[in-house]
């Protein structure tokens, strides 16, 4: 259900002649960076926080927090003049060549706000159509194949860049806040149904989302448990 969905908001809701591509998926992203560890929400909220715009930032403004929306070219700017006292970006591939580091030196990766980042190639819709059938295969078979390259590749790319902050850069990690994933879990709850009540396409989607959830989850949980388990094993000395 998912990629018809995808593709039907493109063709029906954007009304625009494409054929469109998920492509090199990375994520999640990390809660942000800081100046000194935060222990609660209470803290979390009273900092100018740098964050995506759109449902991140509608969140972060629900728990009462002070979102600031400001574009990559900003982010060092204002983080030298003062402007924001932390900053989420991307994750430790990407931060670590904005050079984040040099002024916030307390980071945590734990961040729910934005659990994936993904691209996508769009292909003309008549040139779609022109061509033969088994060159539209090739091309579905090689961006399905992409999906599973970029997984890897950022998962490499992130723990290496997270090696050398923390190694190297004088970074130190910390864990998100006890309070912090209830808290932003209940106002995401909040600003969803504040979309699903005016947006039925958002609606479809998100009721999409939640039957495959209800699905799924009872064994990825349960999966879950044996790979801290396998993890905890492998990193043992």
């Not at 759109?54 to 070219?73: E, Q, R, T, Y």
């Amino acid at each position: 259900g998912g990629r018809a969905l995808y593709i039907e908001y493109y063709t029906k809701i954007l009304k625009a002649d494409v054929m469109p591509f998920l492509y090199a998926p990375d994520g999640p992203e990390a809660l942000g960076w800081f100046k000194k560890p935060i222990t609660s929400v209470a803290e979390f909220t009273k900092l100018r926080f740098r964050i995506s715009s759109g449902l991140p930032s509608d969140v972060l403004k629900d728990m009462g927090g002070i979102p600031m929306n400001l574009g990559a070219n900003e982010v060092i700017p204002a983080a030298e003049r003062g402007v924001i006292d932390g900053i989420e970006f991307i994750n430790p591939a990407s931060d670590i060549k904005v050079g984040l580091h040099d002024i916030f030196k307390y980071y945590s990766i734990q961040g729910l706000h934005q659990a994936i980042d993904i691209a996508d190639v769009i292909i003309n819709g008549k040139k779609w159509r022109e061509l033969t059938p088994d060159l539209q295969t090739i091309v579905e078979v090689s961006m399905t194949a992409s999906l599973f390259d970029a997984m890897l590749y950022f998962i490499h790319e992130n723990a290496k860049a997270l090696k050398i902050l923390t190694t190297e850069k004088g970074v130190t990690m910390f864990d998100a806040p006890p309070d912090y994933a209830p808290a932003w879990i209940n106002s995401a709850k909040r600003v969803l149904a504040k979309f699903e009540e005016k947006d039925p396409f958002f609606k479809k989607v998100l009721d999409s989302q939640r039957e495959f959830a209800n699905l799924v989850v009872p064994f990825t949980r349960e999966t879950a448990k044996l790979s801290t388990l396998i993890s905890g094993a492998a990193t043992a000395k």
